[in-house]
């Protein structure tokens, strides 16, 4: 087995929860409610939790004597390849469900296929999340279903951030070299197996809100290679800058 590939293959997985956890992150102290605030926190530091097992183990494979923290917040910015839809700015809070529920559909689809990794430690990480994973896609998706079928006003911001934010879902079924190597090494899942599945889900739910499934084909794509948004600098100034400032500190 090509360990680089497993590196890159648990990179792209980590970094995913990494930059979404970093988004949630920001809204402390912003939620429309206290309770609706504290879920959103205690979801972002869910991801977070997920993340520090995926980088502990990469940076075991990886074998050059580094740790989680090097690998979260000392790469460049062309060494994150998680997908675009993670990276995007928190606009407003339909925004920010709509986004939470597009991820959250593939996270726990991806994350029921990972159980079945020949890679135990992968597997055991995908049993020790998935329960946290599926409440957070119930919890977004109530949050939809709120917000679409609620006011006037509710229902146009929500309708404006799946808009927004659909032609961003293509690529979190985009297979690199990466996830071809370990879907054949039966470590890896293959996601383009999860597509139908994922925009059937998704569609449903979004009837359900009486929201309008977006009918775009055009789709952006780049993170899963390094090639990131004009939003991704920004966010890694700020996720990056105690690292940086106070060089080998410990969390």
């Known amino acids: 087995m090509n360990n680089k590939h497993l590196f890159d293959y648990i990179l792209s997985i980590a970094d995913n929860s990494l930059i979404l956890g970093q988004r949630l992150g920001e ?13 959103g926190t205690n979801i972002s530091l869910d991801l977070i939790g997920q993340c520090r097992n995926y980088y502990q183990y990469a940076a075991k494979i990886q074998g050059k004597g580094k740790n989680e923290d090097d690998l979260a917040f000392l790469r460049l910015e062309r060494e994150y390849k998680n997908v675009l839809l993670v990276e995007q700015p928190n606009e407003h809070f339909g925004f920010v469900m709509g986004r939470q529920y597009l991820f959250d ?11 079945n990794s020949k890679d135990e430690t992968l597997a055991a990480i995908a049993k020790k999340a ?4 599926s ?5 977004s998706g109530d ?21 927004d934010l659909w032609t961003y879902t293509d690529e979190l079924f985009d297979m690199t070299e990466a996830d071809n190597a370990m879907v054949n090494e039966g470590i890896g899942v293959d996601v383009l197996k999860l597509k139908e599945i994922y925009y059937r889900e998704v569609s449903e739910l979004l009837e359900e809100a009486n929201l309008t499934v977006p009918e775009s084909k055009y789709f952006t794509r780049g993170g899963k290679k390094g090639i990131h948004s004009e939003h ?3 966010l890694l100034a700020e996720l ?12």
């Open 27 to 39: 809204l402390c102290g912003h939620g429309p409610t206290l309770e609706t605030d504290i879920a």
């Open 232 to 234: 991704m600098g920004y």
């Open 143 to 163: 949050w939809v279903k709120r917000l679409g079928d609620g006011s006037p006003e509710s229902k146009a911001k929500m309708q404006e951030a799946i808009d």
């Open 105 to 115: 559909v593939f996270h726990l689809l991806f994350m029921t296929q990972m159980l």
């Open 240 to 251: 990056q800058y105690m690292q940086r400032t106070y060089p080998n500190m410990e969390w």
């Open 130 to 133: 998935i329960k946290e994973v």
């Open 135 to 139: 409440y957070h896609k119930r919890f």
